[in-house]
Structures are given as C-alpha cells and as structure tokens.
T-cell receptor, first 117, second 110 residues
Framework: GAVVSQHPSRVICKSGTSVKIECRSL??????MFWYRQFPKQSLMLMAT?????????EQGVEKDKFLINHASLTLSTLTVTSAHPEDSSFYIC?????????????FGPGTRLTVL | GQQVMQIPQYQHVQEGEDFTTYCNSS?????IQWYKQRPGGHPVFLIQ?????EVKKQKRLTFQFGEAKKNSSLHITATQTTDVGTYFC??????????FGAGTRLFVKA
C-alpha cells in the first residue's frame, strides 16, 4: 500500500523557536496533501490543504503566518510552526491523496508530536 | 457549516460482544470513508462507501451507508482485543476536503 512518512516523529523545542515538519509520499505522487492537528483523545482537525505548486488553503481560525505550508513537489510538503508557544504543543499528522477527487482515500503519515516548553 | 456527528464517543465492551458506531451528516454525502487509529498510532484507511444503501463486509466488520447518504455505521461482531482503537468516519460532499467525525474510542476487556 501507499506509504507516507513524516519527520521528525517527535520534537521538543523552546518557546519562540520555529519547527519544520516534513511529509513525504514514498511510493506515489501526492497531488494533494492535508495537515491535521490532533489533541489527546480528540478527533482530527484539518488545518490546511495543499496542492503541489500552489498556495495552501487554510481552514478558518488557522493562522497562515504561524503555520507555513509549502508543497514543493508531488512527494513533499512541509509545515513550519513559527515562533512556537506551549499552546502549539500537539500531534500533527499529514495525509496525502493521489488525486483531487474526494473519492481517493487518504494515506496518513505516522504523525509528529510537538512539545513546546 | 457541514458537520459529521459520530456516536458514541466511547464504548467499553467485553471481548466477544458486538460493537457499533454511527455517523450522521447534516448534508448529503457523496461518499464516506472509515479509518481506524490505534492508541499512539495514525489513522489507517479501512473502507469507502459510495452508493446509497451500500453494505460492505471485512471479516467481522460490517459497514453500511444509509439510503439517503446522510448516515453510516460500522459494526464489529464478536470484538477482540485487537479491535481496540478509535474509529473515525470521514464524509465528503463532493468537494475537496474531508470532514472527520469526532471518533469512537473502543475499549475491549479480555
């Protein structure tokens, strides 16, 4: 099956620093990638949708300048949490889809657990 | 806005008992997908339902899509400890994005 990797799997940083998370589709080209945030015991909250070569579409309430998304190629998307604060601590998960149709299933990365001290 | 409601929030069962989780959408869905997330893991795709009234089975798991394409259910027969995790439904209205339900956490006691 399709594999999506995410790096790093876990990161601890000081308040005020920036953290970059990479999401890669290893054996397929991902036309669309999604970034989710998940708090403990809660559902997945979609943060943004990114298409290769174009600007990401952010969900309401998600700060574009704080969560920078770059979909540089058909196999790589990055999420940069800028000037991180303790309230940004969460589990960040990316997913990738092969096409633009909502009928295409999403393949999830293993997630990145961010802890901001 | 579009919502996908999922119940129950959690359920404790004895191993061997059945389990069902339900999803309801405020709008008609073009399709619905189901995912399972094990504790500490990431969501894994289980199945997709597209047709009105569709029923699909995967071993002990039975998935249904309502006639009006607004609701769906996942039923597990004779649960096992390996079924532990959170089950999410994810609905689409034909647009671009996926709307996840809140998930149902299943606890199975041996």
């Amino acid at each position: 099956g399709a594999v999506v990797s995410q790096h790093p799997s876990r990161v601890i940083c000081k308040s005020g620093t920036s953290v970059k998370i990479e999401c890669r589709s290893l054996d397929f080209q991902a036309t669309t990638m999604f970034w989710y945030r998940q708090f403990p015991k809660q559902s997945l909250m979609l943060m943004a949708t990114s298409n290769e070569g174009s600007k990401a579409t952010y969900e309401q309430g998600v700060e574009k300048d704080k969560f920078l998304i770059n979909h540089a190629s058909l196999t790589l998307s990055t999420l940069t949490v800028t000037s991180a604060h303790p309230e940004d601590s969460s589990f960040y998960i990316c997913s990738a889809r092969t096409g633009t149709s909502a009928r295409n299933e999403q393949f999830f990365g293993p997630g990145t657990r961010l802890t901001v001290l | 806005g579009q919502q996908v409601m999922q119940i129950p929030q959690y359920q404790h069962v004895q191993e061997g008992e059945d389990f069902t989780t339900y999803c309801n959408s405020s709008t008609t869905l073009s399709n619905i997908q189901w995912y399972k997330q094990r504790p500490g893991g990431h969501p894994v795709f289980l199945i997709q339902l597209v047709k009105s009234g569709e029923v699909k089975k995967q071993k002990r798991l039975t998935f249904q899509f309502g006639e009006a394409k607004k609701n769906s259910s996942l039923h597990i027969t004779a649960t096992q400890t390996t079924d532990v995790g959170t089950y999410f439904c994810a609905g689409h209205t034909g647009g671009f994005k996926t709307i996840f339900g809140a998930g149902t956490r299943l606890f199975v006691k041996a």
